[in-house]
């Protein structure tokens, strides 16, 4: 195996946005409570538990579900910028998910005096830039810190699933790289000063892609990188993959290593059927977004990692070996002594 190779491998199965992954697992375990039909399709949602967004059967369509809660740390430093995420960051999860955005709920806990007040207009700005109505939510101005967890409904006419991707397909990613980092953070932000009607038409594509049954699977880029989303989908799927590292978009001048645990503000990770890649390829460069076919789905439970031409390939992951959220399809998941082994 080639040594770069190798190093990037464990980098990936080591890094913190991935770790969190993994502490799904347990909450998923929990509150299936050992039930299959808790997390089976079929039953009272369209898409089993572990998907961006919940989708429950309503009338022609699905209603979506999100929430996201936010690290501490991350509302302490950056409090204008959280509020903005709040919106943005569940936004993207509807449109994930083949949806449209609906209205935003949120819950905040700030000190008393103005410590909320940046949260508020960080908020406020997004939901005008997303054109999403803040509707309603739940405050506690007597905290001893500032903490932020905001919600979102929307609805589907045709799903987008992390449950749906099939052995035989590109692995797609999609990803707005006119943009900087948030620094400290690892975080890729396209969003902020750019034009409000185009943030909210480089969205619209998702769900377009979906009507026109150009798609059946696709999944938001998170904390966990384009790599360690990707191990989402596939876990959900049941299915296996070889991803080329050096095929993964990045903006110039940004180290490989960095983008691997990035992420992105506008980044979503398609699987897509032969018969359907010019077009889907095609949609995302119009609107002149990144957009390459980083990787192909096979009938396996393992993922491979390449780099370009360089020689052999290196193993990311075993499914059948251990899990990562948790949220495979009940037949596919490691039994208990398999899981106290990994």
Request: net charge negative; glycine share 10%.
């Amino acid at each position: 195996m080639n040594a770069e190779l190798a190093r990037l491998t464990a980098l990936l199965r080591a890094a913190p946005g991935v770790k969190h992954k993994r502490d799904i697992a347990r909450v998923v375990r929990t509150l299936a409570g050992g039930d299959d039909t808790a997390v089976a399709r079929g039953g009272a949602w369209a898409a089993p538990v572990g998907d961006d967004c919940a989708a429950i059967p309503d009338g022609d369509g699905y209603l979506l579900l999100a929430i996201e809660g936010f690290v501490n740390e991350f509302v302490a430093r950056e409090p204008w910028f959280a509020g903005y995420c709040g919106v943005m960051v569940n936004v993207s999860d509807i449109y994930a998910m083949g949806g449209r955005p609906l209205a935003i709920v949120d819950a905040l806990w700030s000190r008393d005096g103005d410590a909320a007040q940046p949260l508020l207009d960080g908020l406020a700005c997004a939901a005008a830039v997303y054109d999403v109505p803040i509707v309603g939510g739940h405050s506690n101005r007597r905290s001893d810190r500032e903490q932020l967890s905001v919600a979102i409904t929307g609805r589907a006419s045709r799903l987008l699933t992390s449950f749906d991707a099939r052995p035989g397909e590109n692995l797609v990613v999609a990803c707005d790289l006119r943009g900087r980092y948030q620094e400290p953070w690892d975080y890729w932000n396209a969003s902020l000063g750019a034009p409000a009607e185009r943030l909210r038409a480089d969205l619209e594509l998702l769900p377009m892609i979906a009507e026109d049954g150009l798609c059946r699977a696709a999944k938001d880029i998170s904390m966990a990188g384009v790599v360690g989303t990707a191990l989402m989908l596939l876990e959900c799927s049941g299915i296996g993959a070889t991803i080329d590292l050096a095929a993964i978009p990045r903006p110039p001048g940004v180290a490989l290593e960095r983008w691997l645990a990035t992420f992105p503000s506008y980044g979503f990770i398609l699987s897509v059927a032969d018969a359907d890649l010019a077009p889907v390829l095609a949609r995302f460069a119009c609107r002149e977004l990144a957009c390459a076919v980083i990787g192909r789905t096979d009938s396996g439970r393992r993922v491979h990692l390449r780099h370009g031409s360089a020689p052999g390939s290196a193993l990311l992951w075993d499914f059948a070996e251990e899990d990562l959220t948790g949220c495979a399809p009940a037949v596919l998941r490691p039994s208990s002594k398999e899981q106290q082994h990994a």
